[in-house]
Every structure is written in C-alpha cells, then in structure tokens.
C-alpha cells in the first residue's frame, strides 16, 4: 500500500482480555518498529524487526508482550491479560533499511482502552 | 545512557508569529538527527534530516539547525500558521551499531488566531 496500515484504529477491552493489533507496512520496507505512546507523554519503544527476524525486543515492557513478523511483511503485536496501565496508542513504523540514517513511516496508530 | 532532551514542553504562539523549539543530545557516535512532526491523532511525519557536516536545512518555513560540538539542534518555525499546531520530536540515530533511534519526548506547540 500508498503507507503504512494499522488495525484496528480504537479498541476498548475488559482487564484481563487478550488483544492483538495488526500493521502492515510500506511494500518493500525490510525494518519494521513498535512504538507505545500514552496520553501526553512521549514514544516508548517496544521492538524492531528486520525481516521476520527481531533483533531488539528490549522494549517490550513485560511477557505479556509479543509481536511476530511474517513473510517480512504483516507484523502483530499482541498483549495478553492486558492490564489498565496498557491503555496507549501502540504506533507501527517502518523503514526501507533500517539503518540509522533510514526514514521511519508511521501508521496513524492503534488506540487501546482496556476497562 | 543515549538521551534526547527538547525543550520548552509546551509553547503557545499567535498566528504569523516565528518560534524555535530546542534540542539536546548525548548519543554517541553520532550518525543524524531528525525532526519529526505529529499532528494530533495522528502518526509522526518526518521535516528534515540533519547528517554531521551540515549545519542548516530548511524545508519551507521550517529550518532545522544542527551544533555537533555542542549536540544541539533547533528547529526555528517562521511566520506560524494554525496548521503548525502539533507536537515536534526531535529522533537521534547513531552509527554504533543499535538502529534505533532515540526519541525526545517532543514540543507541543499551539497557534492561536
């Protein structure tokens, strides 16, 4: 696609419920990242993929996390037993090479309210 | 410890009116550093890109500053349009290995009419 996709764009789950977010990102795009933002605070980062390979998932903020990439493409993040303090906007971006001087393109974001 | 450190945390301006937001760095080595722009709702959109040898880029009315001695860099806005309210992030990425980037925890700047 024109950029990168996320899905679904809000989601309000119960305490305790497993959820999983979708991105799709540019066609061609070899790197791949999680970033979290809570309401007015800055991007924490997650993870990064380099292909389906994730050679830095020194973000993720306890084993209730996972994320996966496939086919070097669809990446998924998922949070089990999500916890109120999870409620955030989780941003997918990606990269052409990931190499440091690499544009990130980012998705408008998944919105997550856990009740 | 690789830190970005912007500043002011809000600014509030009126319409036509020029702004500079601020930022300090300590990644090292140093490879670029880039101004990123988020509008409300929205996903961060990249300005400009600041490499070690330059030391002024402009794009539009935005014109980013680079001071790799000191490792700061500013962003200087002219003539403020509504639209320009957004939070500004300033991402350092350096060249020692780790590619990712380090985020400043951005300006939130607000035009009013």
């Known amino acids: 696609g024109a950029g990168v996709s996320q899905s679904p764009s809000n989601k309000v789950t119960e305490k305790g419920k497993d959820v999983e977010l979708r991105c799709d990102p540019i066609s061609g795009h070899t790197a791949l990242y999680w970033y979290r933002q809570s309401l007015g605070q800055g991007l924490e980062f997650l993870i990064y993929?380099?292909?389906?390979?994730?050679?830095?998932k020194s973000g993720l903020p306890s084993d209730r996390f996972s994320a996966e990439r496939t086919g070097g493409s669809v990446s998924t993040l998922t949070i089990q037993r999500t916890q109120q303090e999870d409620s955030a906007v989780y941003l997918c971006?990606?990269?052409?090479?990931?190499?440091?001087?690499?544009?990130?393109?980012f998705g408008e974001g998944s919105r997550l309210t856990v009740l | 410890k690789n830190q970005v450190e912007q500043s002011p945390q809000s600014l509030i301006i009126l319409e036509g009116k020029n702004c500079t937001l601020q930022c300090n760095y300590t990644v090292s080595p140093f490879s670029n550093l880039r101004w990123y722009k988020q509008d409300t709702g929205r996903g961060p959109v990249s300005l400009t890109i600041m490499t070690f040898s330059e030391n002024t880029k402009s794009n539009g009315r935005y014109t980013a500053t680079l001071d790799a001695d000191t490792k700061q860099s500013s962003l200087h806005i002219t003539a403020s349009q509504l639209s320009d309210s957004a939070s500004y992030i300033c991402v350092v990425s350096g060249s020692g290995g780790s590619y990712i980037p380090t985020f400043g925890r951005g300006t939130s700047l607000i035009v009013h009419p």
């Open positions: 993929f380099q292909g389906n390979s994730a050679p830095d």
């Open positions: 971006a990606s990269s052409f090479s990931g190499g440091p001087t690499g544009e990130l393109f």
